[in-house]
């Protein structure tokens, strides 16, 4: 039977070596494709993962009480979750909970104890409740440990959390309260809360 227009029958097309080696090429890629997909749904994630992501969500969305929420639940399944302690500490932070905060971040540290990003979580819960020369000794270890930490937030971040203005960083504070620890005791400012509360808990 001929195409019709090539004079080529379809036994002929499909006995050419060429198009066997490209049909099999593209009956392989599908193959390859349809193998991922299932891979990436049915993949088994680590014990906390599911409900870690889901947190996320809520904290980006601003919904801390529902963020901590779902990081307790990861913590509940895989108690050495480091993400989910991040997590959590960063939720109990943007609630004010500071005493839980400082809890949670020290498990962390615990079990991370190289980690940048503690320290410079830890500082901002001693800064948040006063303890001023803590708060500066966690700022300066954060910083030693990563200097890009005084960077501050990306601005893809800055997009995705539709905040317009840099927030402070762990180095604009620590240099604040170097400025102010100089100063006679009577004439500090220490905590101006407008400002204090747009600085955001380091997240990864």
């Known amino acids: 039977m001929s195409d019709g227009k090539s004079g080529i029958t379809w036994r002929e097309a499909h006995a050419d070596p060429v198009y066997r080696v490209l049909k099999w090429i593209a009956i392989a890629g599908v193959a390859l494709w349809l193998g991922y997909e299932g891979y ?3 993949a088994e994630r680590a014990p906390g993962d599911m409900a870690y992501l889901s947190a996320n969500n809520a904290f980006e969305d601003g919904r801390y009480e ?17 993400p989910a302690l991040r997590g959590l500490a960063n939720s109990d932070i943007q609630l004010k909970r500071y005493g839980e905060a400082l809890k949670t971040v ?13 320290y410079a979580t830890r500082g901002i819960i001693y800064d948040r409740t006063g303890r001023y020369e803590r708060a500066m000794a966690d700022y300066e270890t954060a910083l030693e440990r990563d200097p890009e930490l005084a960077d501050g937030m990306h601005w893809l971040d800055r997009f995705l959390y539709n905040i317009q203005e ?4 762990i180095a604009d504070r620590l240099r604040y309260l170097e400025r102010q620890m100089a100063l006679p005791e009577e004439e500090r400012v220490l905590s101006i809360p407008e400002i204090d509360d747009a600085q955001r808990p380091y997240e990864q």
């Not at 529902?66 to 480091?82: Q, S, T, V």
């Not at 020290?106 to 503690?118: I, V």
């Not at 840099?166 to 960083?169: A, C, L, M, Y």
């Open 166 to 169: 840099p927030p402070p960083t």
């Open 40 to 42: 990436d749904h049915f």
């Open 106 to 118: 020290e498990q962390a540290m615990a079990l991370d104890p190289a980690f940048a990003g503690h």
């Open 66 to 82: 529902d963020a901590a929420e779902g990081y307790r639940a990861a913590l509940a399944k895989n108690p050495g979750h480091l």
